[in-house]
């Protein structure tokens, strides 16, 4: 079961919080929302200075493999296993695990299975066998907004139209395991201790450079259920003699479980997913803070102003938010492939399953 808590997102509403306003000042009915609203009027105040001016570089992951190798003369990445055709002409790419062509490099040309090729020289040529992660970066602004009734920070703008998601137009899945790919192969390496919060790959100092703080992790094969539930973020990475200790963040409700290292465990990277940018977020430490998380449905729903025609929140608070399904960090109660999303065209709560894709929000509190 695929439960959100793993992520560390959820808080519990402040003591004093109250439901806000609809919004719906116009009166259809006798008696309805336009002429008796109750709770708090909403009441936003931005904040565009300091450390929440300008941009911050977010790295997120989108695909991962030991098949990928480096062409000096052509500019081109290549992989044999063909999969590099999510990366697409203008992107920004972070390249990361490689020996010597770690960097980050514009695309020149993308959108094809083989190779991607850049606008810049890469460093070396190189082999495929490393394991070697691509992220798409962005350059999303450090604005942030508080609602001033729930005490709430919000990240001020949506990934609507950043060059992130499959079709680099901002749109994420909740989670696809179809977008996990293998970092370590199935081995009887791995070992958790649940006091530390840590993962350890004994032997594994030489796979360093595989993880970085900011990647979101699933593990598999460990006895205990928890450990295998997806969606565990890095916190922090360090060679410990040998072996290799991996510190991961873990939701109150489904904690690690020390487990000795034995069987048969694997580990893979969550990419393209909404869960997997705000991780690499917390790790850019976007406007200066480091846990914005994804919002629950009520929350999202708090932000509709119902008088306008498309739903959308207070447009000098949030200016360009989307007219379209914003992804929530809740679960449908009846199947866990499927989460609540929130229609700012319609002003519906709605569902969808996870590996639809939609742009995603953040907050903090």
Known sequence: MFNWNNFGIYVAPPVGYQHLKTMQTTMYHIGDNGDEEYGGTPS??????GLRSGVTNVDTPHYAAATISFDTASKE????????VTFLTGDTIRVRGSGSNDGVYVIATGGVAAKIVTVGALVADEVAGAYITICKRTAPSNNTVLDNQTTRMWRRYTTSGEKVGIASGGKLSWYDVATCYTLHPADANLKIDSTSKTLTIVNGAGEVARYNAGYVLDLTGFANATNNLPGYPVLSVTVNGADLDIVLKTGSTN????????????????CCSIFAYCAAMN?????GYSDWRIPYDLELANLRDMEVGDAVPNATAFPSWPADYVWSGTTTPNTTTNALVVGFIYGNIGYSVKVTTYV???LRG
């Open 77 to 84: 990445i290549r992989d044999s296993a063909n999969l590099l």
């Open 255 to 270: 904690p690690l479980v020390t487990e000795a290292a034995a069987g048969s465990r694997s580990i893979t990277i969550v």
């Open 360 to 362: 995603a929000a953040f």
């Open 283 to 287: 790790a850019a430490v976007l406007g």
């Open 44 to 49: 936003y105040t931005v904040d565009s200075t």
